[in-house]
């Protein structure tokens, strides 16, 4: 089953989440409604900003638990490596 890593943030270089889902575009519906209780919904991190795909989802679940340990420069390099303006990804469409 096809997977995706994500990192949302509150702003350019804010509060970051890191998550695993295999419904993208329902998990962002659900983060930027408010209807995930929890960090993101408390600290308003509701920005996708990064995104990788995965096969499986035990790939993805592995991917995110590397991500989780990073520091937090290691995060912020990935993310500008591919979206250096921080523009929120799940308005682009193709999510």
């Not at 096809?2 to 350019?12: D, E």
């Not at 929890?38 to 995104?51: I, M, N, P």
């Not at 990935?78 to 799940?90: G, Y």
Request: glycine share 8%; proline share 3%; hydrophobic share 35%.
């Amino acid at each position: 089953m096809p997977a995706a890593v994500y990192i949302l943030a509150s702003g350019r270089n804010g509060t970051l989440y890191i998550g695993v889902t295999t419904d993208l575009p329902r998990r962002m519906y659900e983060h930027q409604n408010g209807l995930v209780e929890g960090f993101s919904k408390t600290y308003g991190v509701t920005c996708l900003v990064y995104a990788e795909f995965h096969d499986r989802i035990d790939e993805a679940i592995a991917r995110e638990k590397q991500l989780k340990a990073w520091n937090r420069s290691w995060k912020i390099e990935l993310i500008e490596k591919s979206n250096p303006d921080w523009r929120d990804l799940s308005e682009t469409g193709l999510f």
